[in-house]
Nanobody, 125 residues
Framework: QVQLVESGGRWVQAGGSLRLSCVAS????????TGWIRQVSGKEREFVAA????????DYADSVKGRFTISRDNAKNTVYLQMSSLKPEDTAVYYC??????????????????WGQGTLVTVSS
C-alpha cells in the first residue's frame, strides 16, 4: 500500500507560480501512476494532471494545459505539480493520488488506490 503526503499549498496572487510536492512511502511507488485531483468545497473532484510510472507519459485537464506541469522523481518517491500563471479559479484543495492505472486517474478518479490528505491552494485576484 502506498501512502501519500502533499505539501506546498499556500496563498498566491493571480499570475503567480507554485510547486506542489507529493512524497510517497512504500517500495512499490515506482510502479504506480500518479496524479493530482482538486476539489472546491461543495463541488465534485476535478482531474488536473497525471503521469505514468516511468514519467514518460502525462495527461492534463484542458483547463490547466500549458500552465501546469507534472513530473516525478522515482528515486525520491516524489511527484511534483508545477503551477504557473495561476488564476483565481485554480483555488482548491489539491490531492495527490496513485493507482496502477493512469487511465483510472484521468477518468474515474473516485476509485483510486491511494490518496493524500490534500493541500490548499488559494489564488487571489
Amino acid at each position: 500500500q502506498v501512502q501519500l503526503v502533499e505539501s506546498g499549498g499556500r496563498w498566491v496572487q493571480a499570475g503567480g507560480s507554485l510547486r506542489l510536492s507529493c512524497v510517497a512511502s512504500g517500495d512499490t511507488f515506482s510502479s504506480y501512476a500518479t496524479g493530482w485531483i482538486r476539489q472546491v468545497s461543495g463541488k465534485e473532484r476535478e482531474f488536473v494532471a497525471a503521469i505514468n510510472w516511468s514519467g514518460f507519459s502525462t495527461d492534463y485537464a484542458d483547463s490547466v494545459k500549458g500552465r501546469f506541469t507534472i513530473s516525478r522523481d522515482n528515486a525520491k518517491n516524489t511527484v511534483y505539480l508545477q503551477m504557473s500563471s495561476l488564476k483565481p479559479e485554480d483555488t482548491a484543495v489539491y490531492y495527490c493520488a496513485a493507482d496502477p492505472s493512469m487511465v483510472k486517474i484521468t477518468t474515474n478518479h473516485n476509485d483510486l488506490d491511494a490518496w493524500g490528505q490534500g493541500t490548499l491552494v488559494t489564488v487571489s485576484s
